[in-house]
């Protein structure tokens, strides 16, 4: 039974930042790549970024480039979402995924196990 648990939501204001945790059981988590997707109220759950099973490929939606870092300890098996100068439109439930593949993906279809989602709210 493959388990992800997210953790490290909260309320910031505009500016601060946040770093969410998800913590993967029951499948080599190493070999596999990663995601994070977010879905705010009224809208679609989209992409924000990935990373490959070794960590050297990271992938991102434009709006969080250079504000984001998604990065992983296969030790642990656990990836992160390190998320700087926060928006009021980052606000959104944020969900991590393992991928049926080794290499990281934007396509919401490349990824077959979801965690229950982790609240993040950016005041202004």
């Known amino acids: 039974q493959v388990q992800l648990v997210e953790s490290g939501g909260g309320l910031v204001q505009a500016g601060g930042s946040l770093r969410l945790s998800c913590a993967a059981s029951g499948r080599t988590f190493s070999m596999y790549a990663m995601g994070w997707f977010r879905q705010a109220p009224g809208k679609e759950r989209e992409f924000v970024a990935a990373?490959?099973?070794?960590?050297?490929?990271?992938y991102y939606v434009d709006s969080v480039k250079g504000r984001f870092t998604i990065s992983r300890d296969n030790a642990k098996n656990t990836v992160y979402l390190q998320m700087n100068s926060l928006k009021p439109e980052d606000t959104a439930v944020y969900y991590c995924?393992?991928?049926?593949?080794?290499?990281?993906?934007?396509?919401?279809?490349?990824?077959?196990?979801w965690g229950q989602g982790a609240q993040v709210t950016v005041s202004s």
């Open positions: 995924a393992t991928s049926r593949l080794a290499g990281p993906t934007r396509d919401r279809r490349g990824y077959d196990y």
């Open positions: 990373v490959s099973w070794s960590g050297g490929i990271t």
